[in-house]
Nanobody, 116 residues
Framework: QVQLVESGGGLVQPGGSLRLSCSAS????????MGWYRQAPGKQRELVAT????????NYADSVKGRFTISRNNAENTVYLQMNRLKPEDTAVYYC?????????WGQGTQVTVSS
């Protein structure tokens, strides 16, 4: 079993930035592609970004491309999501998980609210 704990969310004004972190409880994290996902109120959870096990390959949803950056530190079993130029439509609960996601690994997520 792997526990994934997200942190770093909060309330930010449009145009602002946040950095999310996700800590994994086991080193199996290091050999897996990781993803950041989000779920806005009344919507299905969607994939935001992925990063390869070594960190050299990243992919982004069109809606966040050029604004968000995913990275990882395998020595610390942590994956990050740097979010810049935030928009109100980025408001959601953000989760990390393996990619493809593993149902039993979903954590509590971290709330990001973009509002003036």
């Amino acid at each position: 079993q792997v526990q994934l704990v997200e942190s770093g969310g909060g309330l930010v004004q449009p145009g602002g930035s946040l950095r999310l972190s996700c800590s994994a409880s086991r080193t199996i994290f290091r050999i897996n592609v990781m993803g950041w996902y989000r779920q806005a109120p009344g919507k299905q959870r969607e994939l935001v970004a992925t990063i390869s096990s070594g960190g050299s390959i990243t992919n982004y949803a069109d809606s966040v491309k050029g604004r968000f950056t995913i990275s990882r530190n395998n020595a610390e079993n942590t994956v990050y999501l740097q979010m810049n130029r935030l928009k109100p439509e980025d408001t959601a609960v953000y989760y990390c998980n393996f990619f493809p996601s593993v149902t039993s690994y979903w954590g509590q997520g971290t709330q990001v609210t973009v509002s003036s």
